[in-house]
Antibody, heavy 115, light 107 residues
Framework: QEQLQESGPGLVKPSGTLSLTCTVS????????WSWIRQAPGKGLEWIGY???????NYNPSLKSRVTMSVDTSKNQFSLNLTSVTAADTAVYFC?????????WGQGTLVTVSS | DIQLTQSPSFLSASVGDRVTITCRAS??????LAWYQQKPGKAPKLLIY???TLQSGVPSRFSGSGSGTEFTLTISSLQPEDFATYYC?????????FGQGTNLEIK
């Protein structure tokens, strides 16, 4: 079964850009859709969006103006950029395989927005 | 947007109990619903998709049902490893929203 691993800075300054990468092993990124989900501390899950290897995307409308996802097939990775972050974007960010049913997940990475 | 409300939010039960968690939707839809289990500090795990299809490797004591505005997750006989938080998620329309979660604790 595939494994997913998130990576990126754990601390981002307010108004800055949050950038995360998910590295996939055990599966070709070109075969599936890939998603990002986040969870604020002590809170529930929030769907951010998904991307297909072709570059086709679908974002949560509440975040759409600030979100960009991309895929690097040569590295078997996909990425998330979230601009103009505030403290409300502090959360554990998960990557996952799938666009609807999220079959497998990374362990998650905590990103804190603070000066 | 479709809002999902889970009930109860907190549930205390004993090993061997049968428990049911309900997910109610603000708008009806067919079977575009999934259930996830999350343990503290871990990623969620897919249990049920398409409202009633058991994900591979998930014990058969878990089952899902429903359509329209009411969906249920049932655990037929609680095991110690089942104490966790459970979330429903609708995939019928954007944004793919989650319920607020049900925290299942040991009595």
């Amino acid at each position: 079964q595939e494994q997913l691993q998130e990576s990126g800075p754990g601390l981002v300054k307010p108004s800055g850009t949050l950038s995360l990468t998910c590295t996939v092993s055990g599966a070709s990124i070109s075969r599936y859709y890939w998603s990002w989900i986040r969870q604020a501390p002590g809170k529930g899950l929030e769907w951010i969006g998904y991307i297909y290897y072709s570059g086709s995307t679908n974002y949560n409308p509440s975040l759409k103006s600030r979100v960009t996802m991309s895929v690097d097939t040569s590295k078997n990775q996909f990425s998330l950029n979230l601009t103009s972050v505030t403290a409300a974007d502090t959360a554990v960010y998960f990557c996952a395989r799938g666009s609807e049913w999220l079959y497998s997940w990374g362990q998650g990475t905590l990103v804190t927005v603070s000066s | 947007d479709i809002q999902l409300t889970q009930s109860p939010s907190f549930l205390s039960a004993s090993v061997g109990d049968r428990v049911t968690i309900t997910c109610r939707a603000s708008q009806g839809f067919s079977t575009y619903l999934a259930w996830y289990q999350q343990k503290p500090g871990k990623a969620p795990k897919l249990l049920i998709y398409a409202a009633s299809t058991l994900q591979s490797g998930v014990p058969s004591r878990f089952s899902g049902s429903g359509s329209g505005t009411e969906f249920t997750l049932t655990i037929s006989s609680l095991q110690p490893e089942d104490f966790a938080t459970y979330y429903c998620q609708q995939l019928n329309s954007d944004p793919y929203s989650f319920g607020q979660g049900t925290n299942l604790e040991i009595k």
